[in-house]
């Protein structure tokens, strides 16, 4: 039983995999988190434009 225990704590199968799935964990948390400051940009510089959009054209 501990020849079992010790080979399963020295395999490193698999290891590769988890390090991947914890970069793309936080790249995804990187990409959700600056999806709200893109919007948040984006909806000032589209309500800025056309409010001056609105005064070039008023009469």
């Known amino acids: 039983m501990k ?3 010790l080979g399963f ?3 490193e199968n698999g290891a ?3 390090e991947y ?3 793309i ?3 995804s948390l990187a990409i959700v988190g600056g999806i709200g400051q893109v ?3 984006i909806t000032w ?3 800025d434009n056309s409010s001056r959009l609105a005064n070039a054209f008023a009469p």
């Open 45 to 47: 510089l589209f309500s």
């Open 39 to 41: 919007s948040n940009s």
């Open 21 to 23: 799935g914890l970069i």
């Open 9 to 11: 704590l020295k395999d």
């Open 16 to 18: 590769t995999a988890i």
């Open 25 to 27: 964990a936080v790249l």
């Open 3 to 5: 020849a079992v225990l």
